[in-house]
């Protein structure tokens, strides 16, 4: 990329201060506040695939009950969640996670869920394996194996038998990567397993270039990532999580969604108000960057005139 003198400049600064928040957040103590954390319980690194791809798809809402919901499920999988599904019938136990709810996820949705997760590790041993025959590694991102991948999760679940709210609840499970919703889950999945080992990611899946990598993102990181001069898109979409990519490979290219975990700390631990609150905001190793804390010292300067 050729960079204007101002743009290398500002890619400079950019730089600087993600530093500080990834050296700042990236670490093991903020654990407890993302799913991830419950991955991490977990010593066996089949049971850490298969784990962190039920949380990450669980990773909606707030937190805490996240977290709880996550316990409940993996209490009902044992030991070994791996070892659960691998033995598991074509039918599930008629007790198994009967009732389960959470949101607009019915036991049904999640019942078909597991079983789908079960006959894919039947089929290929792992889900790295599954993801692996159609990833093609000179492709600039993930997302057209991650269509692949996750077509073939859906078709897993297609001659089963689920109620309309179920179908609705298993749809929201797996979203269509193809479509325009940025695929939050899937990607941070993704980040959690390709990452090397770094105490918060994962380092399981090792054939896959980070920079293939698509960041994360919700509506809170939209909004930050829009804030500090990521994207000037709007829109929350897979278009805009490209974006924030091809800006944040302008930093690293090589590891483009390291800076995820730190970036959205500040929004899950409500480092980073709404609106500018100066009082929270002084505070804030990125404020240079912000357009909130730009506009609110115009105004308060306005307001001293
Ligand atoms: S200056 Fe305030 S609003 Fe801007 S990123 Fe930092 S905490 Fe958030």
Redesign the pocket.
Known sequence: MNLTKNQYQNVELIKRKLEIIFKKYNQNIFLNSDPLGIVHEYKNSKDQELVAFVSSTFAFGNITYIRKTLKAIFFELGKSPTNTLFNMGSNLDNTLFRDFKYRWINSSAIRTFMLILSSILKKYGSLENCFLENYKKDEETLRDSLIHFRNKLINEGKNRKIDEKGNQGLQYLLPDPSKSSPCKRFNLFLRWVIRPSDGIDLGLWRSIHTNQLTIPLDTHMAK?CV??GLTKRKITNYLTAEDITNSLKAIDPIDPTRFDFAISR?GILK???KK?IVE??CE?P??EL?I??EESKIQSNLNKK
């Open positions: 930050i804030q500090i500040l480092h980073c108000p500018c929270i905001c804030c990125i404020k912000c909130n804390w």
